[in-house]
């Protein structure tokens, strides 16, 4: 539970205009960047342009999105962005094998998307990003030759952070509301323990798969589901009023894209009130589900997932992301 001593009585907040932008979300709201003189957290609003069009607020906000989520991860990974919303992500050995892995999980939404990557960006994972159009690319650094193959793209902003945000770190986050801002503290964790709920437990592959799946869930609008194998996104449903929708469109998703659910994993950002989410996971061929647990109602979930032979564990994390 957070502690509201965390939280200043006053807040007093005082921020630098660094550019004015072309507009808003849409071409009739005027739009600027404000930078927190005392916040060095690298990102989007901090990071060196090396190429490419003027950023607007939209590509501000979706590189923040993307660059927070690949955060995530300690191995080679790789984030494509659309709309704030993970479409694509995926760890690999190597940035290029990451970038190909999340590409495929939705080619469709990622054109046009902004690409994220948390180690240097090399010439050959270079070379395949020029292969479809990208509004943005956001990496802590890039070797020379991944520069000079990028500058093709003339259009294609390239974003050098020069490091990369901690996930764990304490800090605040501020958002406007009708007559005041709403204040509070980073959701700086992704699970307090895994706790095996079901008769079966999950194989060490499986693990993998539900902690990536997790760490990206974290990074999805409420209500949100990930499906992942491989350490790769396979289907995400993002954004729905109701959870079992979300899960039935990350399948769906999964099906136009041609790829198969089946022994894949499942990541829900919130408990399940009823057990309507396990069995669309079982449909699709699941073999694990990770979610926060809690409900009045877990043990209707347990036992949908008991007699499919379906392997589930709670975190006792909730990621809800309005």
Known sequence: MSDERDLPEELNLRFERSQALRYGENPHQSAALYLDPKDTRPGAARARVVQGKELSYNNLLDADAAFECVAEFSDPAAVIVKHTNPCGASVAGSLLDAYKNALICDPVSAFGGIVAFNRTLDAATAEEL????????????????????????????????????????????????????????RDNTTVQEMKVATKRTPSEHEMKDLDFAFKICKHVKSNAIVYAKHRATVGIGAGQMSRVYSA??????????????????????????????????IDAGATAIIQPGGSKNDQASIDAADKANLAMVFTRVRHFRH
């Open 130 to 185: 020029t292969k479809i159009f990208l509004e943005v690319i956001i990496v802590p650094d890039a070797e020379p030759d991944a520069l000079k193959i990028l500058a093709a793209k003339q259009n294609l902003r390239v974003l050098l952070t020069g490091s990369m945000p901690d996930p764990t770190a304490s800090t605040m986050t501020v958002r406007s509301i009708a007559g005041g801002v709403l204040a509070q503290s």
């Open 248 to 281: 039935k469109i990350a399948a769906l998703k999964a099906e136009e894209a041609g790829l198969t659910l089946k022994g894949s994993v499942m990541a829900s950002d919130a408990f399940f009130p009823f057990p309507d989410t396990v069995e669309t996971a």
